[in-house]
């Protein structure tokens, strides 16, 4: 059976704190010991402004945005590079991977 601890005229177990890894605090601080740099590159993120604001440029909603900036520039655009959700699921899973929670990664999007 487990020992608890109990606070001074309580009956509620006192609650201990997980002491988990020193993040780095200052930017000399990142680069010292090991470290994984990531960098996302040709990510193709940019943004549009449209009638609800501004919003990230993507293949699915602004298909005549991109075909009308293709028509002015005489050039072709290759609507599948404006994937914000590929950036989006790649950094939801780097996010939440060990080595970023113990403070060992570094991001960046080019």
Known sequence: MAQHEFAAGSN???KKR??????????EEWFEGDR?????EM?????????????LLNSEDH???LNKAASKS?????????RP????????????SPLNKAGRL?????
């Open 12 to 14: 509620k177990p006192i």
């Open 18 to 27: 997980r002491i988990g890894p020193k993040l780095p605090q200052t930017k």
């Open 36 to 40: 994984l740099f990531v960098i996302l």
């Open 43 to 55: 990510a193709c993120l940019e943004t549009v402004k449209t009638k609800k604001g501004y919003e």
């Open 63 to 65: 298909h005549g945005i």
């Open 74 to 82: 005489n050039k072709s655009i290759d609507v599948s590079m404006y």
């Open 85 to 96: 959700d590929i950036v989006h699921q790649g950094l939801l899973a780097l996010l939440d």
């Open 106 to 110: 570094k991001i960046f999007i080019h």
